[in-house]
């Protein structure tokens, strides 16, 4: 949140109370308007009595009185609506999270059968086949990847442009598409370094792409 103009640090000499927001992005918004966390915020800096007054006011009786005539602030009911929506989003979110730890359950126990059965399935009722496949994982060693720069083939800016915390395979790759280097001189270089293998479990329609 961006700190509003600084506010008077000492009381004026009026003693009379305060009717609404003196400064900032809510000036001139009557204090039961004042969203609840811009008072709270306030309220922890150095400000004037008649101010702080008027912001405590707004979270007490001036809230209550605002509500009891039918005025209370248009944010109060998106409070509601955001409270609302949250509560789908981590109730979605955690149906989710059961969902996938169902499929890695069961995927973990299809796996072994599968091994068993020369490695795949066909479902002839669904029309599919459920077969283990493998997915190699790897990134680039980035020591190795400077063999490119170390025999001209590549800038050290080129080379610069890569390094994340993890090389970034798309600037390699756009190496090999502008002609700087080719993939056989990456591979020259031993720069991949393989992970992991992943042994994955795919759904293919039995005369179709994979669906899963």
Known sequence: MSAPPAPPTSAPNSNTALQRMPFGKYKG??????PQDYAAWLLKRDIDDRL?????????KGRA???????????????????RVVAEFLEARTAAFEARRRVEEVRGR???????????????????????EEQTRW???????????????????????????????????????????????????????VTRVLRMVRVRTVNGAATG
Do not use: M
């Open 29 to 34: 918004l009557s204090f039961a308007q004042v």
């Open 52 to 60: 702080r007054a008027a912001l405590n006011g707004s979270n007490g």
């Open 65 to 83: 009185a605002a509500s009891a005539n039918g005025s209370e602030p248009r944010y109060a009911a998106q409070g509601g609506d955001i409270s």
């Open 110 to 132: 299809l796996i072994p059968l599968l091994e068993r059965n020369k490695g795949y399935w066909i479902d002839r009722a669904n029309g599919q086949r459920i077969a283990i």
């Open 139 to 193: 990134e680039y060693d980035p020591l190795a990847l400077h063999g490119l720069v170390d025999g001209g083939l590549l800038t050290e800016e080129q080379f610069a442009a890569c390094l994340r915390t993890v090389v970034d395979k798309s600037v390699v790759a756009s190496w090999i598409e502008q002609g700087a280097a080719t993939a056989e001189q990456v591979d020259r270089v031993a720069a991949r370094a």
